[in-house]
């Protein structure tokens, strides 16, 4: 649990309202993503963050999925991270398998106490399909509170 509280924090965060953020995927993507939110705002070291995700899915998302977050602080790896997509969603609004077309996904998830609060992190989270293709990619820097 505590590697898809990190995955879906960085996920979710990273493609928020903030021009820093972006995707790092490319048109052939599966899910391209129209809006991010999540509260609370920054998200807290130790607590819950809510992470609301919508988009568009033109493939469907099935068992096999992986989810692949890595996080570098000036340029040197402190975080790396992979596990099942679908097992991390089993307990959100939108479970495996999540069919093409529009979608929202909220998830609620701890943010681990041991993330330092107020450095800037970039992160970058991958989801990939069980057929190898990508899902999506999204990258940026992230800063926790405490």
Known sequence: ???FASVAAAVALAATASAAFS???SSSDSFSLSSVSYTPNPPKVGQDVCITLSGTLSAA???????????????IKVY??????????????????IAAGAQTV?????????VPAGISINLKAVATAA???????ISGPLTFSS
């Open 61 to 75: 998302v099935t068992d096999g999925a992986i989810l692949a977050v890595t996080g570098t602080f000036l340029g």
């Open 131 to 137: 057929s190898g293709s990508e899902i999506f990619c």
């Open 80 to 97: 790396s991270a992979s596990g099942d997509l679908c097992e991390g969603l089993a307990g959100s609004s939108t479970p495996c398998p």
């Open 1 to 3: 649990m505590k590697f």
């Open 23 to 25: 995707s790092c995927g």
């Open 106 to 114: 909220t998830q609620c998830v701890s943010v681990p106490s041991n």
